[in-house]
């Protein structure tokens, strides 16, 4: 046999891996709707950048017989988004429906690796049946390598999972630890014990999708934070979250010049229409953000959980910026259990890789209540002023309009480490509202006056003037300028290049303990 005949052996090898679990499963896996591992690859990635390693390891064939696993049913390897690099593993179910075994494992685990190792992001294309149980403990031995690479490289190299089918038991805890979860709205699902398992031990019936589906990880459980009608679709999605990402925690996000340049001194007359001075009217914080960073680009993080609270990515003069933000539309913005841990989490995210954190602030405090309290409020509450306190990026808040009590220590006050406060003028800060103020130190005198009603009105004019306004936090170094909201993108924009080098070093130590 020559050299041709051994090159064409290779090519025919080449072509059985890349055809998986052969031509009449990959027509099965299209009539479900979903493309193959490859397919997804190529969508994911710039046009022929791809290179594929380990095509060729299979399964040891053990314990059952030699049934061939071409790729052993995983394909990883190395491309580029945007002409930056990413390492990539898709699970393939038209082999063995993706099940996880040694080998396989050891794929996605040396791909990993190389991601790690070489400062870029990993993103796992996740649509298996779960563990091969024909192999028993070694599958169970494999994901806990998963695992494990998956705890010590965060806040290494930016971990991305992508839902794409099945994700059922212990698989379920790599995507849970990496940074961002996709999910493909009727065609993924995720949860630890199937439907027929529920229904034998507790008797309730429940369908994969109610149980487990985008829908309910997007909105209830808060497990999955982008959510896509279409495969096609998400792995854009994933596309536009890089872009904003850098490569690794030493480097620093990268910079994209909008398309349409505001100058700097241009004022935003509508930001003056959006927030309402009385505080008891709502709006939308989003068009707040839309108005003041670069093209109205801003990409929302976990939309359809824990509303009250807003967090994502933007860009500022070109920068990437994270922003936390209070709604008012929903729970008036105070903060509750999940809207602290979808905070706290994106802070720390935030934190990790070197993104200035951007809080625009109006909240009436942490919500009240039995459930709240006996949930652990006090708890989940306490990550938010741990996370802030723990940042040491370029930290900058916008009070908006109300700022009570703890949530307002909590939303990186200077207290807390924000390197810059800035407050609009219609700005009320205080222990709590001059309504419930008033009412407390001026009961005797508003239930002994004649016109009690005139004398609250009275009193709670008095403290508002007195106590809950900009100026008194400003003259006590707790914000460090009142500013017209029309000049908040200008603010904004001076402060990141102001703080652009900062430097800022926490105790040595092993690391913290953050109340979980």
Not at 160 to 178: L, R
């Amino acid at each position: 046999m020559d050299m041709l005949d051994r090159i064409n052996e290779l090519e025919e090898r080449r072509e059985k891996v890349k055809l998986g679990g052969g031509e009449a499963r990959i027509d099965a896996q299209h009539n479900r709707g979903k493309m193959t591992a490859r397919e997804r690859i190529d969508l994911l990635v710039d046009e022929g950048t791809f290179v594929e390693l380990n095509p060729f390891i299979e399964h040891r064939g053990l314990d059952y017989g030699s049934a061939e696993a071409p790729g052993e049913g995983v394909v990883t390897g190395y491309g580029k988004v945007e002409g930056r690099l990413i390492f990539v593993f898709a699970q393939d179910f038209t082999v063995f429906g993706g099940a996880l075994g040694e080998m396989h494992a050891q794929k996605i685990a040396k791909v990993m690796d190389l991601a790690a190792e070489n400062g870029a992001p990993i993103i796992g294309l996740n649509d298996s049946g779960g563990a091969r149980i024909q192999e028993g403990v070694l599958s169970l031995d494999g994901y806990g390598h998963i695992f494990y690479r998956n705890a010590i490289y965060s806040g290494v190299v930016p971990q991305i999972s992508v839902i794409m089918g099945p994700c059922a038991g212990g698989a379920v805890y790599s995507p849970a630890i990496t940074d961002f979860v996709f999910m493909v709205e009727k065609t993924s699902q995720m949860f630890i014990t199937g439907p027929k398992v529920i229904e034998s031990v507790t008797g309730a019936k429940i369908n994969s999708e109610n149980l487990g589906g985008a829908k309910v990880h997007s909105s209830v459980s808060g497990n999955a934070h982008f959510t896509a009608a279409s495969e096609e679709q998400v792995l854009k999605d994933v596309r536009k979250l890089i872009a904003f990402l850098p490569q690794n925690h030493s480097e620093k996000t990268p910079i994209k010049k909008p398309k349409q340049s505001k100058p700097l001194d241009e004022r935003i007359e509508e930001l003056i229409d959006i927030v309402p001075v009385d505080g008891t009217k709502v709006y939308d914080v989003r068009h707040v953000i839309e108005k003041i960073v670069d093209d109205e680009d801003f990409l929302e993080v976990q939309p359809k959980f824990a509303k009250n609270i807003v967090c994502g990515f933007a860009r500022i003069e070109g920068e990437t910026v994270g922003i936390v933000a209070n709604n008012p539309k929903m729970m008036a913005g105070g903060l509750d259990i999940d809207s602290s841990d979808k905070c706290s989490r994106f802070i720390r995210f935030c934190d990790c890789y070197n993104i200035p954190l951007i809080t625009f602030e109006d909240v009436s405090g942490f919500i009240p209540g039995v459930q709240q309290e006996h949930g652990g409020i006090i708890r989940h509450g306490a990550k938010i002023l741990y996370a802030y306190s723990e940042a040491t990026v370029p930290k900058i808040t916008v009070i908006l309009r109300k700022a009570f009590g703890g949530a307002y220590v909590a939303l990186n006050s200077k207290a807390i480490g924000a390197d810059v406060v800035y407050a609009w003028p219609n700005t009320e800060i205080a222990v709590m509202g001059p309504e419930g103020a008033a009412n407390i130190i001026f009961a005797k005198e508003i239930n002994e006056s004649d016109n009690p009603e005139a004398t609250r009105a009275a009193k709670i004019a008095d403290y508002r003037e007195r106590f809950a306004n900009p100026y008194v936090a400003a003259r006590n170094g707790m914000v460090d300028d009142v500013i017209d909201p029309r000049d908040t993108r200008k603010s904004l924009a001076q402060a990141l290049d102001m703080l652009r080098n900062k430097k800022k070093e926490l105790p040595k130590k092993k690391h913290g303990n953050i109340p979980l």
